[in-house]
Structure formats: structure tokens, C-alpha cells
């Protein structure tokens, strides 16, 4: 059974960095892509990029400069980082198992992440 | 950047009717389009890929069709637990940059 789990705080400060972090069981993190995804209060949800078990990654370009993905395969876990952050950022952040044109079947619950001070 | 345009915004139906959701594309996408089911407080459910393969365990009352820049999601008969909102979403061109349509909500 494939199971994904966000784990991080629930509220940032503004300006400062956002991490949260994806742990897999069920599968190997070595087999698929891996992707975030986020929706703010009352909108839409928003992709911010995806991360292959080598390291490869590609960003949502509104978001490429404040966004970093990283893998770790030995705890078969990926993370994420955005810097700077603003009200602007205050979501639900999702992590899923992102298989291309197969689609993302597998989610985690999601985190609700609010940027206040 | 491929931008997706859902229609209806909202979607008024009562159980047992058909539901016809709509997702066009701003440039082709050939068949690269999924659709997902969001409730609140649930996580999105992938429910259609490659824009008319059914996901693992959605019933067969769910349909997509279409290519290209025109895509619609069938619910040939609402259930109680289908009401929600539905997004399309495309990955275009390597490397890939998905993106989101607004959304249809279907309502009660």
C-alpha cells in the first residue's frame, strides 16, 4: 500500500523559508517522479515542480527562483524548500507520486502551511 | 505556458443526471490531460489520464474524451459522493511544466 506523508511546521514567518518534507512507504522513491502541489484558501490548486530520485528536478516557473526540491533515497523521502515567503504562500501542500502522463495517483493528505507573524 | 479554461465555473445537478465538464487547452496538448477530483479537506483523486483512461478504482460512470485542445469529463449518472469540484491538468512539452485548470464545482 503506497503511502505519502507531509511533515513540517504549520506556520513561518514571513520572509523566511518554508520546508517541508514527503515520506514514502509502499514503494521505492527510486521508481517514480515526485511531485508538490498547493492550494491557497478558496483558489485553485497550483503544481510548484517535481523531483526524480537522481537529483533531477523542474519548477513551476512563477515559482523557480524561491524553490528548492531535494531527494533522499535512503530514508525514501523528498523535500521542499521555498525562501522568502509572503501571506501570498499560505496553502495547503500536497505531495504525490507524479507517474508523467499516467497522472499523480497517489497523494499525501496534505499540510496546511500559514505565513504570519 | 499552456493555460487550461474550465467550463462551467459551477455546475447545478441533482443525483442521477449527467454531468459534461469541459477543459479547453490555450495550444494542443495531444492526449496529455488528467483530470482530478477534489473535496475539501481530502486530497485531489486522479480520476482520468492520457485524457480517457479511467484511474484505478473509478467507476465506470466516469468518461473522458477528446485531444488536442478540447477535452470533456463525463458523469453519465451523479452519485451522492461525485459531487466536487473537478480539475483538468496538462503537462505539455519535455521538459514538462504542469499546469491546472480553475476548476468546475459540482453542486447539488
Known amino acids: 500500500q503506497v503511502h505519502l506523508q507531509e511533515s513540517g511546521p504549520g506556520l513561518v514567518k514571513p520572509s523566511e523559508t518554508l520546508s517541508l518534507t514527503c515520506s514514502v512507504s509502499?514503494?521505492?522513491?527510486?521508481?517514480?517522479?515526485w511531485s508538490w502541489v498547493r492550494q491557497s484558501p478558496g483558489k485553485g490548486l497550483e503544481w510548484l515542480g517535481f523531483?526524480?530520485?537522481?537529483?533531477?528536478?523542474n519548477y513551476n516557473p512563477s515559482l523557480k527562483s524561491r524553490v528548492t526540491m531535494t531527494v533522499d533515497t535512503a530514508k525514501n523521502q523528498f523535500s521542499l524548500k521555498l525562501i522568502s515567503v509572503t501571506a501570498a504562500d499560505t496553502a495547503v501542500y500536497f505531495c504525490?507520486?507524479?507517474?508523467?502522463?499516467?497522472?499523480?495517483?497517489?497523494w499525501g493528505q496534505g499540510l496546511l502551511v500559514t505565513v504570519s507573524s | 505556458e499552456i493555460v487550461l479554461t474550465q467550463s462551467p465555473a459551477t455546475l447545478s445537478l441533482s443525483p442521477g443526471e449527467r454531468a459534461t465538464l469541459s477543459c479547453r487547452a490555450s495550444?494542443?496538448?495531444?492526449?496529455?490531460l488528467a483530470w482530478y477530483q477534489k473535496k475539501p479537506g481530502q486530497a485531489p483523486r486522479l480520476v482520468i489520464y492520457?485524457?480517457?483512461n479511467r484511474a484505478t478504482g473509478i467507476p465506470a460512470r466516469f468518461s473522458g474524451s477528446g485531444s488536442g485542445t478540447d477535452f470533456t469529463l463525463t458523469i453519465s449518472s451523479l452519485e451522492p459522493e461525485d459531487f466536487a469540484v473537478y480539475y483538468c491538468?496538462?503537462?505539455?512539452?519535455?521538459?514538462?511544466?504542469?499546469?491546472f485548470g480553475g476548476g468546475t464545482k459540482v453542486e447539488i
Open positions: 523531483i526524480y530520485y537522481t537529483g533531477s528536478t
Open positions: 495550444q494542443s496538448v495531444s492526449d496529455d
Open positions: 509502499g514503494v521505492s522513491i527510486t521508481s517514480y517522479y
Open positions: 504525490a507520486r507524479d507517474r508523467g502522463i499516467l497522472g499523480m495517483d497517489y
Open positions: 492520457e485524457a480517457s
Open positions: 491538468q496538462q503537462r505539455g512539452n519535455w521538459p514538462p511544466e504542469l499546469t
